[in-house]
Each structure stands twice: as structure tokens, then as C-alpha cells.
């Protein structure tokens, strides 16, 4: 069974950076199979997609309030994908959570596998 736990959450202030990791085990064909991706659900908000890596052909994908300012990448060989955040804005604050799908691709809906999410709180 594959599992996902995600690091990396806190506080920070407008403007500053953060990198989110996903750390996945029981991935036995290898992350290259799977789609990888973030999403996040801000307070009183529903889920949304945030950044995604295709297991078609490696093509990434990120939502247009995040384009130019999050950037998402994997190490195949440690298991991990990463969610690079600069310029955080208050607006980002949420939980993230890290997810993996063995079959769909991004845009899909649904995602097999999930981390219980990280908090992000950008305040001053």
C-alpha cells in the first residue's frame, strides 16, 4: 500500500518562501508510473489542485494563481516530490496535501493515494 506524509509546513511571512517534501513508501514500480501532485484546502474552502508532475510524459502543471511563483519537481530515486513556494501571499494559506495516482493523469478527477496535509500559514 502506498503511502504518502508530507513536511515542510509552517509559518512564514508574506513574501517569504517555502519548500514542501513528499516522502512515499510502498511505491514499488516506481514514481516515474504515477501521477504526482499538491493540493491544498484553504479554511472554509474546498480542495483544490495546486501543482502536478504526468506519468504520460512528465509534463507539469500548476494553477494560474500560482504560475511564476511555485514549482514542482520529484527525485525518483529518494521516492519524493516537492512543492518549491516563493512569494508567498496571505491568500496560500491552507493545508497541502501531497497526492499520487498510479493510472489517471492530471486533471483528473480523483487521486488513489493521499498524505493527511501540511499547514502553511503565510501572516505577518
Known amino acids: 500500500q502506498v503511502q504518502l506524509v508530507e513536511s515542510g509546513g509552517g509559518l512564514v511571512q508574506p513574501g517569504g518562501s517555502l519548500t514542501l517534501s513528499c516522502a512515499a513508501s510502498g511505491v514499488t514500480e516506481g514514481l516515474d508510473y504515477y501521477t504526482v501532485g499538491w493540493f491544498r484546502q484553504a479554511p472554509g474552502k474546498g480542495r483544490e489542485g495546486v501543482s502536478c508532475?504526468?506519468?504520460?510524459?512528465?509534463?507539469?502543471y500548476h494553477r494560474d494563481s500560482v504560475k511564476g511563483r511555485f514549482t514542482i519537481s520529484k527525485d525518483v530515486a529518494k521516492n519524493m516530490w516537492y512543492l518549491q513556494m516563493n512569494t508567498l501571499k496571505p491568500e496560500d494559506t491552507a493545508v497541502y496535501f501531497c497526492a499520487a495516482d498510479r493510472w489517471g493523469d492530471c486533471g483528473a478527477s480523483g487521486m488513489d493515494y493521499w498524505g493527511k496535509g501540511t499547514l502553511v500559514n503565510v501572516s505577518s
Open positions: 508532475i504526468s506519468r504520460s510524459d512528465g509534463s507539469t
